[in-house]
Nanobody, 125 residues
Framework: QVQLAESGGGLVQAGDSLRLSCTAS????????MGWFRRAPGKEREFVAAIRWSGGDTYYADSVKGRFIISRDNAKNTVYLYMNSLKPEDTAVYYCAAGLQWGPGSGLERQYDYWGQGAQVTVSS
């Protein structure tokens, strides 16, 4: 089992930056690819970003490419999502997820076995 806990959400204004953290406990964190997903009000959960176990490969949704950065610190069992130039449409509950696979399917929910509870991010205009 892997337990994931997100932190760092909050209320910000459009154009601001925010950093989300996701700390893992349980099994060896460095074995897992990590992903961030989000669910906006009234919408399905969608992929945001993913990072390979080594941190050497990353993958982003087109909607956040160039604005968001995913990184990880395996020594701290933590993955980060740096969100810059935030827009009101980024308002959502953000979830981190862990999975053992990496590849073309890393943007799909079914690739991930463990999920956090979510952190609310609200961007006002």
């Amino acid at each position: 089992q892997v337990q994931l806990a997100e932190s760092g959400g909050g209320l910000v204004q459009a154009g601001d930056s925010l950093r989300l953290s996701c700390t893992a406990s349980g099994r060896t964190f460095s074995h897992y690819a990590m992903g961030w997903f989000r669910r906006a009000p009234g919408k399905e959960r969608e992929f945001v970003a993913a990072i390979r176990w080594s941190g050497g490969d990353t993958y982003y949704a087109d909607s956040v490419k160039g604005r968001f950065i995913i990184s990880r610190d395996n020594a701290k069992n933590t993955v980060y999502l740096y969100m810059n130039s935030l827009k009101p449409e980024d308002t959502a509950v953000y979830y981190c997820a862990a999975g053992l696979q990496w590849g073309p399917g890393s943007g799909l929910e079914r690739q991930y076995d463990y999920w956090g509870q979510g952190a609310q991010v609200t961007v006002s205009s």
